[in-house]
């Protein structure tokens, strides 16, 4: 018997979405991804979660999307000079591609310009974090002469790169001594690898009786504080200011101790992870191409105004 195929016109097809970030056990990432899962409920569309620690296993997960149909994905690369590797990968199976955080070069080192971004506005975000600590510095009437500044450094990494700088820029404003600010460059992007690297310096610059303390973002200033303890430097002796406001921040504000983490700057998971799904599914569904590039903005919190600007952030 032969099967008639009803005329329904072109339905639309069920649209799938990847959103691949570099380090899945970082509570930014796992608050993107909860950000994205409600956009993927909201407007209708499948979320796709990986993990992509290294240039290996993004590829596979480009592949492994392309297998499953999907359309498209945002990603937060491992290293963002895989920009060109990404936009192939795409082009060939015909997907689209937001990137978000890292934004994603090309061969000669510029934007990958045929790739939406969103991302934090480095530079700015770091002078509210520089600004943080000379006020908190001033308030505590440290003398400068005596105050090491950590920049806790990931260079490679261009929006590390601009954050940190953006602080040395606002301390270096508020006329903190220029010969006083340090780097101690993390291998990697995590906790471990900051202390690591401020462990090094702590003991280079033993006669430092005070610290104020910056980096990429809570995790880099964490890891600076956790070795700051170690060289009997606390709450007393080091200001750090993070950048995230996730849950690295909120578990350190929860001690009943107070320790050198002294705040943060709150920068948007729900506009990184939300906007940016609901953005490649208008792009995929409705043809609607997103802006090349949104910077997002950030609040200085600490743990006396934590309720306050979080609730006002949506968060
Ligand atoms: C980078 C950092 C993350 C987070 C995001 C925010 O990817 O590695 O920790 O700060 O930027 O955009």
Not at 129 to 137: I, K, P, T, W
Not at 164 to 171: D, E, Q, R, S, W
Not at 282 to 289: E, K
Request: contains cysteine; proline residues 4%; neutral net charge.
């Amino acid at each position: 018997m032969a099967t008639l195929i009803p005329f329904v016109g072109h339905a639309a097809e069920p649209v799938k979405i990847g959103f691949l970030v570099k380090q899945a056990e970082e509570p930014w990432f796992q608050d993107e991804w909860r950000f994205a899962e409600q956009a993927a409920k909201d407007k209708g569309f499948t979320l796709v979660k990986i993990g992509i620690p290294n240039g290996e296993k993004m590829m596979a997960a480009i592949d492994n999307l392309a297998a499953q149909q999907a359309q498209g994905f945002v990603i937060c690369a491992p290293d963002v000079k895989l920009g060109a590797a990404v936009e192939r990968a795409a082009r060939r199976y015909n997907m689209k591609v937001i990137s978000v955080d890292d934004q994603l070069l090309d061969g000669a080192g510029k934007a990958v310009a045929s790739i939406p971004h969103m991302g934090i506005s480095g530079f700015e975000i770091g002078r509210q974090v520089g600004q943080g600590l000379a006020n908190e510095m001033k308030s505590r009437g440290w003398n400068p002469a005596e105050v090491g500044a950590m920049r806790v450094a990931f260079d490679q990494l261009p929006t590390a790169r601009d954050r940190t700088m953006g602080a040395v820029a606002a301390l270096k404003d508020a006329g903190f001594p220029v010969t006083n600010i340090f780097d101690a460059a993390q291998a990697k992007t995590d906790t471990e690898s900051a202390f690591n690297a401020a462990n090094i310096l702590l003991t280079k610059q033993a006669g430092m009786k005070h610290w104020l303390v910056f980096g990429l973002n809570d995790e880099a200033v964490l890891g600076a504080i956790r070795a700051a303890e170690g060289h009997n430097l606390g709450n007393d002796n080091v200001i750090g200011i993070g950048i995230g406001g996730s849950k690295t921040a909120l578990n350190e504000f929860a001690k009943p101790k107070l320790t050198g983490f002294f705040a943060t700057v709150l920068i948007s998971p729900k506009r990184h992870g939300y906007e940016t799904s609901a953005n490649l599914y208008q792009w995929i569904s409705a043809n609607q191409v997103p802006p090349a590039i949104i910077v997002t903005s950030g609040v200085l919190m600490t743990r006396i105004n934590q309720q306050v600007v979080r609730a006002e952030n949506g968060l």
